[in-house]
């Protein structure tokens, strides 16, 4: 699934999400090298980091397949998270 986000200095990022629960999500975003883990706390989305983040849009969509292809690396690396 296709997403995008918002960070608190209002930059937007794309990214596949790679798995998800109720409380984190791991995502692979276009450009970097590692994948970055979401957690819900307090009600709000918090990059690994701390920082705020906004769910801006989640898409399933197959057209976007030259995104996935070059982000197919990541998702395989991505295969044995506990905890989702």
């Known amino acids: 699934m296709y997403l995008t986000i918002l960070d ?3 930059g937007r990022r794309e990214g596949i999400l790679l ?3 109720e409380l984190k999500m791991r995502v692979g975003f276009r450009g970097c ?3 970055v883990e ?3 706390t307090g009600g709000q989305w918090v990059s690994d980091d701390g920082e705020p983040v906004e769910l801006e849009s989640l898409v399933a969509d197959a ?3 030259g995104f996935y292809s070059e982000m ?3 998702a395989l ?3 044995g998270f ?3």
């Open 38 to 40: 979401l957690l819900r």
């Open 63 to 65: 057209s976007l397949g």
């Open 33 to 35: 090298t590692d994948t």
């Open 8 to 10: 608190s200095n209002g």
């Open 72 to 74: 197919g690396a990541r």
């Open 77 to 79: 690396a991505a295969g």
């Open 82 to 84: 506990d905890g989702f």
């Open 19 to 21: 798995a998800a629960g």
